[in-house]
């Protein structure tokens, strides 16, 4: 007995089931959406808290490593202080190394820069492209406004997202304490957080939080060596080019490479605007060709291989990722968008059952059929 009713519909209303699915689709997402906005909105309320932990969780990455490494010799509290000790150290060095450089050769870098992008606003007006003064001029303002204003850009939106004194000291001691207890009792803390769930989903969520740390910790860990060996081969390459302003150039890539893909290609971009005004075209050519390279051994060696599967992400998907970041909040949002990123789609693979070395439970491969007697 044939049926005119459609395919997947009910016989009774008409309605096609190719309808009724999408709309079943669309008022889930909707729901998923809402309570997204919602939770951004009590974060937003809370956010120096949210900051603190988040950089805390940061901070427990770089650590951890090297505590569990001296827990085989020493008592863990004991560890945990000289591993972060000792990461802290790395720290100011790093960040003395870099402030140094930029303070000490700041204002040679800025002259060069501006007499490099005189003679590139020369060629924009006389060379093939024949621009108008007016445009070559809004192009260069606004390029030497954002090399100018990236520090006090980065201080600004940290600053504004910290606010009063008064909060920067509760984000501080909320960030402080949360590193020990992370690094001292991390399963206790989740197994806690976990034990709140209800029992169904307890082994899903168990697992999304753990696909999440390993993408932000490996992402943590990896970005800090690829920054410091894009910094170090820019830094080799100049010098053997002889181009002024070797370490100054070399501490604006190191700090442009924490954001991927973008970061170290502008950065190194200021290092041929600085050879074509001190070395010639020519040599300003061999700084991009050094660009190109770098950035080539980057995406291609240096990244599989430290990050591995920590930040399984498509280039465009990370540019994208870094512009809403920074659309949000700025460059913080910029710096920290790909491990937030990377940790979001490790989960979403996990749920929709796409992560094969992590079968969602009850999408497990089937079960094989006993043989026949």
């Known amino acids: 007995m044939s049926s005119d009713a459609p395919a997947g519909g009910d016989p009774g209303d008409g309605i096609p089931g190719t309808l009724k699915l999408v709309s079943g689709l669309t008022w889930r997402v909707l729901i998923v959406l809402a309570g997204v906005v919602v939770a951004g909105y009590i974060l937003d309320l809370i956010f120096p808290v949210v900051f603190a932990l988040f950089f805390a969780m940061l901070m427990t990455a770089w650590c951890q490593p090297l505590m569990n490494l001296l827990h085989r010799f020493l008592p863990k509290v004991i560890s945990m202080v000289l591993a972060l000790l000792i ?51 809004t192009m260069l303002a606004n390029v030497q406004n954002w090399a100018k204003g990236f520090g006090v850009n980065l201080l600004g939106d940290v600053a504004g997202a910290l606010g009063s004194v008064g909060t920067l000291v509760v984000a501080a001691s909320v960030f402080m304490y949360a590193v020990v207890f992370f690094l001292l009792t991390p399963t206790t803390i989740w ?27 490996g992402y943590t860990r990896g970005i800090v060596i690829v920054a410091f060996a894009d910094a170090m081969l820019v830094f ?138």
Not at 101 to 109: A, D, H, Q, Y
Not at 238 to 263: K, Y
């Open 87 to 137: 990461i802290g150290a790395a720290v100011v060095v790093i960040l003395g190394s870099v402030i140094r450089s930029s303070i000490g050769e700041g204002p040679k870098l800025l002259v060069s820069l501006q007499t490099g992008l005189t003679d590139v606003e020369a060629w924009l007006n006389d060379g093939p492209l024949h621009m108008s003064d007016a445009n070559i001029s």
């Open 191 to 217: 197994g806690w957080i976990i034990s709140w769930m209800p029992r169904p989903i307890q082994t899903p969520i168990d697992t999304s939080g753990h696909l999440a740390w390993d993408a932000i910790s």
């Open 236 to 373: 080799i390459g100049l010098t053997i080019l002889q181009v002024p302003l070797a370490p100054a150039l070399a501490a604006v890539v190191f700090i442009g490479a924490f954001i991927p893909v973008i970061g170290a290609p502008v950065a190194t971009f200021f290092a041929a605007v600085v050879a074509l005004a001190e070395r010639g075209p020519l040599t300003a050519l061999l700084v991009i060709g050094l660009t190109v390279l770098v950035g080539s051994f980057d995406g291609d060696v240096l990244q599989p291989l430290v990050m591995g599967k920590a930040v399984s992400l498509h280039p465009l998907a990370i540019v994208a990722a870094i512009a809403a970041g920074s659309i949000a909040m700025g460059i913080v949002g910029a710096l920290i968008a790909v491990p937030i990123a990377g940790a979001v789609y490790s989960v979403a693979k996990y749920l929709t059952g796409r992560d094969p070395e992590h079968p969602y439970p009850g999408n497990g491969p089937p079960a094989a059929e006993p043989a026949a007697a």
